[in-house]
C-alpha cells in the first residue's frame, strides 16, 4: 500500500544534515511509491526546500517560527504534533541524533503508537516493511515491522545510502503555521566543545585515542591523522576519564555510536562498553602496543606498535598519496 510519509529534516549551522538525506531513502521504502514529505522546521527555512527535493522529497513543508530557530524539546514536540495532526502521514522518519533521540519518544507517547528506534537498515520484504536494529550494545539485530498504526522510526546515521541529488527534480512546496505556546525553557547560549567541524555520528573518517595518548598533547598526531583523511577525532572513557579531552568526544555505550567507513582506535584496549559505540564501523585498524588487547580481536586491521611512532608514520604516507 502507497504511504505518506514524513520526514524531519535537520538543519546544523544552516545546512541540512546528511542524516535527514538518508532518512528521505528510508521513508521512500516505507513510502512504497507513496509520497515523501520532508519538514522543515525553523525561523527562515525555505531556502532549504529545493535540496530536500533534490534528495528524494515529493513535497516539503515549512514551519517558520521564531520559537523554532534552534532547537528545544517543547518547541519542536508542538510543531510536529501539530503537523502530523494536519498532514496525517502514514509514516514518520527522523535521524537517531540527539534530536531524534530526545523528541520521537515524546511524539509517540502523544500520538500512543510505537517507535522504532535506531534501524541500521530499512527492507521491503513483499508487503512488509523491515526495520533492523541492534540490541545487546550491537551484539545482536533484531528485525521488526509495524502491524497498524504509523510506521515512526528513527534511523542510525550513516548507515542508509542516501539517494543520488538529482538537481532537475521538482516538487511542491506547503507552509504551515503552528501555534508554540507555553515553553518551559529557552536556549540561551551554545557552546560548541568539538575540535574539528565534522561531526562524530556523521563522519566517514574516525581516529580515536584512548588512555595509551597519554595526556591531551598526545591526541595532536591523532588529529593530523584525521586532518590528511578528512576525519574527526573521538575518544575512549578512558581518556575523557583522565581527562586528555572532552566528554563530547567519547564512543561507546555511554558516548556517541558510530558507524565510520573507517574507524582507527589508537591506543584502546577495547573494553565491551568501547567496542558498542564502534563495531559497526566498516573498516576497524586497531594500533596498540600490547599483542594481546581485546581491541584487536572486532580489528580488520591490526598494528602491534608505539602509536606514537605509528600514527606519524601513517600520516606521512597518506599524505604522500
Ligand atoms: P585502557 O583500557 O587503559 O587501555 C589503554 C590501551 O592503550 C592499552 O590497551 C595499552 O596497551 C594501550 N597503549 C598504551 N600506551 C600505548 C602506546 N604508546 N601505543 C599504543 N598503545 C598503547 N568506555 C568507553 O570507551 N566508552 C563508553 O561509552 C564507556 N561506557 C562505560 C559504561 C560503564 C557502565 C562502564 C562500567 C564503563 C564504561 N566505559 C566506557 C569504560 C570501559 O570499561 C574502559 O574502562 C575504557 O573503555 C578504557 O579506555 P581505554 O581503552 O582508553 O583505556
Redesign the pocket.
Known amino acids: 500500500m502507497e504511504k505518506k510519509v514524513l520526514v524531519l529534516a535537520e538543519i546544523r549551522e544552516g545546512e541540512i544534515r546528511n542524516v535527514s538525506f538518508e532518512a528521505i531513502a528510508a521513508a521512500k521504502k516505507v513510502a512504497n511509491g507513496g509520497e515523501v514529505v520532508g519538514l522543515l522546521l525553523g525561523e527562515r527555512v525555505s531556502h532549504l526546500t529545493k535540496e530536500l527535493i533534490q534528495h528524494g522529497a515529493d513535497r516539503v513543508i515549512t514551519v517558520e517560527d521564531r520559537n523554532l530557530n534552534v532547537y528545544t524539546t517543547d518547541a519542536y514536540l508542538q510543531a510536529i504534533i501539530q503537523v502530523i495532526d494536519y498532514e496525517k502521514p502514514e509514516g514518520f522518519i527522523l535521524g537517531h541524533t540527539a534530536i531524534g533521540k530526545d523528541v520521537s519518544p515524546r511524539i509517540a507517547a502523544k500520538l500512543k503508537t510505537g517507535l522504532i528506534s535506531d534501524a541500521v537498515s530499512v527492507e521491503v520484504v513483499g508487503e512488509e516493511v523491515l526495520f533492523t536494529r541492534p540490541i545487546y550494545s550491537g551484539k545482536a539485530f533484531e528485525k521488526k515491522i509495524v502491524q497498524e498504526g504509523i510506521v515512526f522510526a528513527t534511523i542510525r546515521p550513516n548507515n542508509i545510502q542516501p539517494l543520488d541529488k538529482e538537481p532537475s527534480r521538482t516538487g511542491h512546496v506547503t507552509s504551515i503555521a503552528v501555534d508554540i505556546k507555553d515553553l518551559r525553557t529557552i536556549v540561551k547560549d551554545i557552546v560548541r566543545k568539538t575540535t574539528s567541524g565534522i561531526d562524530l555520528s556523521e563522519a566517514k573518517v574516525i581516529v580515536s585515542g584512548?588512555?595509551?595518548v597519554?595526556n591531551a598533547e598526545g591526541f595532536k598526531p591523532l588529529q593530523e591523522l584525521a586532518n590528511v583523511l578528512g576525519g574527526a577525532v573521538g575518544?575512549?572513557?578512558?581518556?575523557c576519564d583522565a581527562d586528555y579531552c572532552d566528554y563530547s568526544m567519547?564512543?561507546?555505550?555511554?558516548?556517541k555510536v558510530v558507524t565510520p567507513d573507517l574507524y582507527i582506535a589508537?591506543?584502546?584496549?577495547?573494553?565491551?562498553?568501547?567496542v558498542?559505540?564502534m563495531s559497526n564501523s566498516k573498516v576497524i585498524i586497531a594500533?596498540?602496543?600490547?599483542p594481546e588487547?581485546p581491541?584487536f580481536s572486532i580489528a580488520d586491521y591490526g598494528i602491534v606498535?608505539?602509536?606514537?611512532e605509528v600514527v606519524p608514520m601513517l600520516t606521512e604516507e597518506i599524505k604522500n598519496l
Open positions: 584512548g588512555r595509551g597519554k575518544a575512549s572513557r578512558g581518556a567519547q564512543i561507546g555505550q555511554t558516548g589508537c591506543g584502546i584496549s577495547g573494553a565491551i562498553q568501547h558498542a559505540g594500533i596498540n602496543k600490547d588487547a581491541i606498535g608505539d602509536l606514537f
